[in-house]
């Protein structure tokens, strides 16, 4: 049953992807200003999505696993993570690939670059702690604890980014103030989307296996070497 | 023993590290006044069920409970004193102002009083202004041991107390552990040494595998034949 | 079996609080080696600083602030890291947690005694970069005393904290700059920004208050938050 959701998702995502693909390299005119590589928001925008709802999912996990201390809380919540830090990277280098060719420039220290880059620091940081512990039980719990710090280190970031200057282009969707595209270009954007929440769930899922399974290894080795 | 404040009640208590149980559904009742011997092999678990009597770790399962208040309560923490392997002392400070400290974290009024009876005691008064790290291993050991027994705890948790003592300090501490009992102190002792441990305890219990595997009276058998325990319950 | 009122949880916390904080302060005055160590790395720091930036410059004037909070954090996670390392000498942690005091007053009291530590190193810091770099901040001396108090306290408690967390891990001397630094990163930012303006004569106004609200909310968001969270990171 599991495995047939992944395969599902999977053939969702592919499709859609696909789809997409097609729609936006062959069907969506250049943008007036910003010529052929503004179809890289396509891309950037549904991972960033994507990317940061990581966070508050991990959240919501490690909070679960303190409560109620089920390892497979703590398995979804380091899963989400990583999948969180791939996206994460995907934001980072798509955007430094735009601000290339648009502004001249790799990197600004804008606001939402900025954020991104300290969420995945973060996410990172979370990562390597997961390494530097062996015994599940404490992992789960010290990690559970930096994903509480994290997250809400993530919300103050944007929080007080909010009030910075920034020189990231102003929003460009019709749901925010301000945004807007030319009707047909913004659909692509939330297709995307949920194509990248499918890859997400699926590596998601692959991830949370890896873990539960590790951690059964480390119980048997345990078990083998003390009795 | 329903509000008989000392006794100490374990109560389905199991631990797990990940999926491996290092405690497994442990029930014990420790009456007031008893000395227990707690034995096992390495990794049994002895270990980690004294942690958690010392409220150092959580159990993953079940409480444990003295005087239906649960461990990690402060009150209940007041009345009971560890010795680990470590010394717990502050090498960089002197012997008063480590028993000071303690003192005051134990709720006394008066924390250098307190600490001054108890430097007396251990025959420490000369040396109280002296630094730990240039003391002696006996003068450290007679310091630890007045910081265990300093506030007057009614339950006594040691963990291998014998290990690495000499002759002289294994006496000490058998003195003050017999004092102790005749004072009606419950005392908790994980060792491997048998021959100490047995001349003092009143009780026994083996762990085996994280599992308790035999609990009861210390019988005179088991005194002459110290052995005999581990060949009867543990796995040869 | 009386309850305890709400006052004299509070007194006997805050007693305990100072314990520590008296402890930790006496250990550290007496060998004053990460005093030392910390005064020591940020004056290299600065040196080396000089050698990138040329000190007379406007430029200095952009990025002093910056440059301060470099050297603050840099130097201070001397001495952050030995906090709660400090006590897996001779078990001394142990022997804290199983005592009445909650884990929040450990916390809290290892959080003062750093942030005294952290303070005296940056006062020395902050005068050894007005002669280096000849800079002037008298005016603002009361703004800026108080925005180092706030931007060291964020410090101090992210550093506390995560010195409990990493206190017992194999790596913990590359885990805690690992995990530390970004968290800091909103707190820093601010710290920077504030301490720029102020060094360069602009008081707190319109554009900078937001700065001086960030830091504020960082500090009492993680003030509770580490108290909070102190239990399940140093017993389970």
């Given at each position: 049953m599991r495995n047939k959701l992944v395969y599902v998702l999977c053939l969702l995502a592919a499709g859609i992807l696909c789809w997409q693909l097609y729609n936006i390299l062959l069907n969506l005119p250049n943008e007036k200003d910003q010529g052929a590589i503004y179809r890289i928001v396509y891309f950037h925008v549904p991972a960033i999505f994507t990317g940061f709802m990581g966070f508050f999912v991990a959240l919501g996990a490690s909070g679960m696993y303190l409560a109620t201390r089920n390892l497979k809380y703590d398995a979804f919540a380091a899963a989400v993570t990583e999948v969180s830090l791939t996206f994460a990277t995907i934001v980072l280098a798509t955007g430094m690939i735009w601000g290339r060719i648009i502004w001249g420039i790799w990197w600004t220290w804008d606001a939402r670059l900025t954020t991104m880059l300290v969420c995945w620091l973060i996410y990172a940081g979370y990562l390597m702690l997961r390494r530097a512990i062996d015994e599940p039980t404490q992992r789960a719990r010290?990690?559970?604890?930096?994903?509480?710090?994290?997250?809400?280190?993530?919300?103050?970031?944007?929080?007080?980014?909010?009030?910075?200057?920034?020189?990231?282009?102003?929003?460009?969707?019709?749901?925010?103030?301000?945004?807007?595209?030319?009707?047909?270009?913004?659909?692509?954007?939330?297709?995307?989307?949920?194509?990248l929440m499918c890859l997400a769930a699926v590596l998601v899922m692959i991830r949370m296996r890896q873990e539960n399974m590790a951690r059964e290894i480390d119980s048997l080795r345990r078990m083998a070497h003390s009795y | 023993m329903p509000g008989d404040e000392r006794a100490l009640e374990i109560d389905r208590v199991s631990k797990y590290y990940g999926h491996f149980p290092a405690l497994r559904d442990i029930q014990?009742?420790?009456?007031?006044?008893?000395?227990?011997?707690?034995?096992?092999?390495?990794?049994?678990g002895k270990t980690t069920l004294l942690r958690i009597l010392a409220g150092l770790s959580k159990p993953s399962e079940g409480t444990v409970r003295v005087g239906g208040a649960d461990v990690r309560d402060e009150k209940t923490r007041r009345r009971i004193g560890v010795l680990g392997h470590g010394i717990s002392l502050y090498d960089e400070l002197s012997a008063a102002e480590n028993l000071t400290i303690f003192a005051q974290l134990y709720g006394y009024a008066d924390p250098r009083k307190r600490a001054a009876e108890w430097l007396e005691r251990v025959g420490?008064?000369?040396?109280?202004?002296?630094?730990?790290?240039?003391?002696?291993?006996?003068?450290?050991?007679?310091?630890?041991?007045?910081r265990a027994f300093l506030h007057d705890p009614e339950i006594l948790l040691f963990d291998e107390p014998f290990t690495a003592l000499d002759d002289r300090a294994i006496a000490v501490l058998q003195g003050l552990l017999s004092g102790a009992h005749s004072a009606g102190r419950t005392i908790i002792m994980s060792t491997h040494q048998l021959r100490e441990a047995l001349l003092l305890a009143t009780h026994v219990a083996l762990i085996q595998r994280g599992q308790l595997a035999y609990t009861g009276e210390r019988t005179p058998e088991m005194l002459e034949d110290p052995g005999y325990l581990y060949r009867t319950y543990g796995d040869n | 079996m009386g309850t305890t009122s709400v006052g004299s949880f509070f007194g006997s916390f805050l007693r305990d609080t100072l314990a520590i904080a008296a402890k930790d302060l006496r250990s550290e005055f007496r060998t004053k080696e990460a005093l030392?160590?910390?005064?020591?790395?940020?004056?290299?720091?600065?040196?080396?600083?000089?050698?990138?930036?040329?000190?007379?410059?406007?430029?200095?004037?952009?990025?002093?602030?910056?440059?301060?909070w470099l050297v603050f954090s840099f130097a201070g996670a001397l001495i952050l890291n030995r906090s709660f390392a400090r006590e897996l000498q001779n078990d001394c942690l142990d022997a804290l947690i199983s005592s009445p005091a909650p884990a929040g007053a450990l916390f809290l009291g290892k959080a003062v005694a750093n942030f005294v530590l952290l303070m005296?190193?940056?006062?020395?810091?902050?005068?050894?970069?007005?002669?280096?770099?000849d800079s002037r901040f008298g005016a603002q001396l009361g703004s800026i005393a108080l925005v180092i108090a706030l931007g060291t306290w964020g410090i101090?408690?992210?550093?506390?904290?995560?010195?409990?967390?990493?206190v017992n891990l194999r790596m913990r001397e590359m885990m805690l700059p690992t995990l530390v630094y970004p968290l800091l990163i909103p707190a820093l930012m601010a710290a920077m920004t504030l301490t720029t303006d102020l060094m360069n004569g602009t008081p707190f106004g319109k554009d900078n208050t937001i700065w001086l609200r960030?830091?504020?909310?960082?500090?009492?968001?993680?003030?509770?938050?580490?108290?909070?969270?102190?239990?399940?990171v140093l017993i389970g």
């Open positions: 010290l990690s559970a604890v930096v994903s509480i710090f994290g997250c809400t280190d993530i919300l103050i970031v944007w929080k007080s980014i909010e009030w910075w200057r920034t020189q990231h282009p102003a929003p460009v969707l019709s749901v925010r103030d301000g945004g807007g595209m030319a009707p047909g270009m913004e659909s692509p954007i939330y297709w995307n989307w949920l194509a | 014990l009742k420790i009456a007031a006044g008893s000395t227990l011997a707690l034995l096992g092999r390495n990794g049994a420490l008064e000369r040396v109280r202004d002296g630094l730990v790290r240039e003391f002696s291993r006996g003068m450290r050991q007679r310091l630890a041991v007045a | 030392n160590a910390s005064f020591a790395f940020s004056v290299v720091i600065l040196v080396l600083f000089s050698f990138a930036f040329d000190p007379s410059s406007e430029q200095l004037q952009t990025i002093s602030g910056g440059l301060l005296i190193v940056e006062l020395a810091s902050l005068g050894v970069f007005g002669i280096f770099y101090t408690v992210i550093g506390t904290m995560f010195s409990a967390l990493t960030v830091l504020t909310g960082f500090d009492f968001i993680y003030s509770i938050l580490a108290v909070v969270f102190i239990d399940v």
